[in-house]
């Protein structure tokens, strides 16, 4: 782990170019703390798994009782046979498709989870290294449990991929490429049908491949979106900055306008399925959210760790 200062900074941005979520910019403050330096890989999760015999929710039968609380309530349920483990995983057509239809390149693969993270036919040979996928945010909230750590706030996060820099667009300056080079794992090419791979990569990265933010971290952008531990709320920072009241949290504790029944937490960081031509979300202050109760082939998390307590001794 990297030790994160903690300080005053400020939270979202006001750029034209950014979505409605991301604003308006909010100063906000975080303590100091102990960040992963890498997301977590499939080498860690693996060995959290055998330790506890933990079984991710992606490996479990679906719960319909629990489906139906983020569906329409006149949502009818479907036959038990399309109830099966499996997980969301992108597969890239081989045409140009509608990007207003994600279902063009999102299709639910029964047996798709972390150790099989295309389908039952794929495996994690020469991928230990690279992020695991296929996580819920319990999934997330286990394993940091089980490490002696938690998930970061979105604050945190934020922060911590800011890498102490103001007023820059990207988490290493101003440019998407300086000189050429490119800063992290993202989609070259015309979404989602045309990867080029130009970075080196069409999937996930290993960790390390890029170089780190000024404050150590590797891979905080791209490569893999990252869970944190707050709900996610469409117009947060219009709530912050005070134009826009209050969440009722007793209706939801989530807001999501295309989806009143929604409950997700906040990702960050953007994945290698970000594009300038279909998603910029490749910068800090880009935010989503995401069910909290299911997993995808281009989401994992990393985990952060307070400072110990100082204690007053008494004389």
């Known amino acids: 782990m990297v030790w994160i200062p903690g300080g005053d900074f400020i939270m979202g941005t006001d750029e034209d170019e950014a979505y409605p979520a991301e604003k308006p910019a909010v100063k906000r403050s ?3 703390f102990w960040m992963d330096e890498t997301e977590v890989t499939n080498a860690q999760f693996k060995k959290f798994v ?8 992606a490996e479990q039968k679906p719960d319909w ?32 498709v509608d990007k207003r239809d994600i279902s063009q390149w999102w299709q639910w693969v029964d047996g798709a989870n972390w150790k099989h993270p295309e389908g039952p036919e794929s495996d994690l040979e020469g991928r ?24 970061p ?38 979404f989602p049908n045309g ?21 150590g ?15 996610f709320d ?13 969440l009722d949290s007793n209706m939801n504790q989530c807001y999501n306008p295309s989806n009143p029944y929604a409950k997700e937490r906040v990702i960050k960081g953007g994945s290698y399925l970000c594009s300038d031509n279909y998603c910029i979300n490749y910068r800090p202050s880009a935010r989503q959210g995401h069910a909290y109760d299911s997993g995808t082939s281009n989401v994992g998390f990393r985990c952060v760790k307070d400072a110990p307590q100082k204690t007053l001794g008494l004389k």
């Open 50 to 57: 055998e330790e506890t015999g933990y079984i991710t929710i």
């Open 65 to 96: 009782e629990e489906m139906k609380k983020q569906l329409p309530p006149d949502t009818p349920k479907p036959d038990d046979s399309l109830l099966q483990p499996g997980s969301m995983v992108f597969v890239a057509p081989n045409h140009p």
């Open 234 to 246: 469409a117009i947060k920072f219009q709530r912050l900055s005070g134009s826009a009241p209050a």
């Open 195 to 215: 990867n080029k791979g130009e970075d080196g990569f069409m999937g996930t990265a290993p960790v390390k491949n890029f170089a780190p933010n000024q404050f």
């Open 30 to 32: 975080v303590n100091g």
């Open 128 to 151: 230990w290294n690279h992020p695991v996928v296929h996580i819920a945010y319990d999934d997330a909230v286990a394993y940091a449990k089980w490490a002696g750590k938690r998930l």
């Open 217 to 231: 971290l590797y891979d905080i952008i791209g490569n893999v979106w990252e869970m944190t531990d707050d709900w």
């Open 153 to 190: 706030t979105e604050a945190e996060w934020e922060f911590a991929a800011k890498g102490g820099l103001r007023d820059q667009r990207y988490a290493w300056g101003s440019e998407l490429r300086p000189n050429g080079k490119f800063m992290a794992n993202t989609f070259q090419g015309n």
